[in-house]
T-cell receptor, first 111, second 116 residues
Framework: KAGVTQTPRYLIKTRGQQVTLSCSPI?????VSWYQQTPGQGLQFLFE???????NKGNFPGRFSGRQFSNSRSEMNVSTLELGDSALYLC??????????FGSGTRLTVV | AQTVTQSQPEMSVQEAETVTLSCTYD???????LFWYKQPPSRQMILVIR??????QNATENRFSVNFQKAAKSFSLKISDSQLGDTAMYFC?????????????FGKGTKLTVNP
């Protein structure tokens, strides 16, 4: 079966710009979670969506937002990019509680 | 707040030998899941093993097994017969089962190198 697909794989943006990342979950999975991975802070939870509703949100500024569509695909958006937003952004989908499949992530570089 | 600590930033092991990665966690929850994930250079987080806190029996998946000590809040991963393909970052993670919160809390990771 197809895995979790994240696009694009790499992205370079300039400070002040905004960016949208996409995540297509495994077919049938209704929960999608997003994580930010940096060398300094490690892996941090951004938010989780289930059936188009945000169920949980991590401790990130309002510049970070997301949404989920009726087909369970999810997008996350970061506005007014800062250098510190450079990170690997990972998406995970799940069918059952605590059964996650991760994508290969989007590497965002802010210059 | 829950925290997960991996005290070994880096470890190395010879091929075919056994290695143990350490993980401790702090929580006031009584029911939760613990995980070990592997992240190779391909960047994808791959589930190695999962343990439910209410189960006293330690989880095992082929060459991978855990030593779960609930009272000590310890969850170590043992890799037997190490293979070159086991070279990766390994992350310990925690998730409570109550409160509707599907949120993984990760440790900082242990970089494991398997040498030929």
């Amino acid at each position: 079966k197809a895995g979790v697909t994240q696009t694009p794989r790499y992205l370079i943006k300039t400070r002040g710009q905004q960016v949208t990342l996409s995540c297509s979950p495994i077919s049938g999975h209704r929960s999608v979670s997003w994580y930010q991975q940096t060398p300094g802070q490690g892996l941090q939870f951004l938010f989780e969506y289930f059936s188009e509703t945000q169920r949980n949100k991590g401790n990130f500024p309002g510049r970070f937002s997301g949404r989920q569509f009726s087909n369970s695909r999810s997008e996350m958006n970061v506005s007014t990019l800062e250098l510190g937003d450079s990170a690997l952004y990972l998406c995970a989908s799940s069918l059952d509680w605590a059964d996650y499949t991760f994508g290969s992530g989007t590497r965002l570089t802010v210059v | 707040a829950q925290t997960v600590t991996q005290s070994q930033p880096e470890m190395s092991v010879q091929e075919a030998e056994t290695v143990t990665l350490s993980c401790t966690y702090d929580t006031s929850e009584s029911n939760y899941y613990l995980f070990w994930y592997k992240q190779p250079p391909s960047r994808q987080m791959i589930l190695v093993i999962r343990q439910e806190a209410y189960k006293q029996q330690n989880a095992t998946e082929n060459r991978f097994s855990v030593n779960f000590q609930k009272a000590a809040k310890s969850f170590s991963l043992k890799i037997s017969d190490s293979q070159l393909g086991d070279t990766a970052m390994y992350f310990c993670a925690f998730m409570p089962t109550q409160g509707g919160s599907e949120k993984l809390v990760f440790g900082k990771g242990t970089k494991l190198t398997v040498n030929p």
